[in-house]
């Protein structure tokens, strides 16, 4: 498993760019690998085009690698939060969410996909903890160099966030379920959520389903799958298999 954090490119030096190319310094000397973002004007993609880019963004990625993404990143919550299911579908892991600066309440859904939130700043941390109401005291994180300042210390609010992804551990006794899904007219993804319900509803042991799917399931579905299995106490994952492996 490897441990990537985001990091912006192509954008004007603002205070918020300046903490995330910091963020992501004291994560390089941690060990952990860039996902490069670039900053442009989004709203000029057509949705094949955005698809092209966002598969180019996490090519990098491999199944189980875990990710922190700095957000915002400029380009809007609609590109973030297609980023975020795309990480996913590729590592099987939604990102764990780095907020170096205020966010609204458009950003509630990726902060309680997630299963840690990180707060650069004791005002920030404040805001977050208003805003994610009672997943805060599970998911929401803060690091500072001592109690009596509001001043970051990188390294170590990184490497206090990493510490805490012990708590993360997948369990080894659930059932392992796996779902073959092609869904060019998205009526089959209904049908696979029905079934998934009918198994979470048929046993009380722990469940972990894996989703092989192509491009034809688009971030609608894999959002309402990743909701069925997450209100039912179960995990699932994402295998995004390339189709050129059936051409012959």
């Known amino acids: 498993m490897k441990i990537h954090i985001s990091n912006i490119h192509n954008a004007a030096l603002s205070d918020r760019v300046k903490l995330q190319h910091k963020l992501a310094e004291a994560g390089h000397a941690l060990g952990m690998y860039e ?18 880019r ?15 993404l700095q957000l915002p990143t400029g380009n809007g919550r609609e590109f973030e939060e297609k980023l975020a299911w795309r990480i996913q579908t590729y590592t099987g892991h939604y990102p764990f969410i780095l907020v170096s600066t205020e966010i609204g309440k458009d950003y509630l859904s990726m902060l309680h996909s997630s299963e840690r939130v990180l707060a650069v700043k004791r005002w920030l941390y404040e805001d977050l903890k208003k805003l994610m109401g009672r997943d805060a005291s599970e998911k929401l994180f803060f690091h500072y160099a001592d109690e009596t300042t509001s001043e970051l210390n990188d390294r170590a609010c990184l490497t206090g966030f990493l510490d805490g992804l012990g708590d993360l551990k997948e369990n080894k006794d659930a059932i392992q379920v796996c779902f073959a899904l092609h869904d060019n007219d998205g009526t089959y993804s209904s049908r696979v ?39 039912n106490g179960a995990e699932i994952k994402f295998y995004v298999i390339e189709n050129s492996i059936f051409q012959k």
Do not use: W
């Not at 966002?54 to 922190?68: A, N, W």
């Open 193 to 231: 959520a029905v079934a998934m319900l009918s198994v979470m509803r048929k046993t009380k042991s722990p469940i972990c389903f894996h989703i092989l799917l192509d491009e034809s399931v688009d971030e609608v579905n894999r959002r309402r799958l990743t909701k069925v299995a997450k209100e």
């Open 54 to 68: 966002l598969d180019g963004l996490v090519s990098s990625l491999e199944h189980g690698d875990r990710v922190i």
């Open 35 to 52: 996902l490069g973002i670039f900053s442009y004007p989004v709203d000029s993609d057509t949705p094949e085009q955005l698809s092209t």
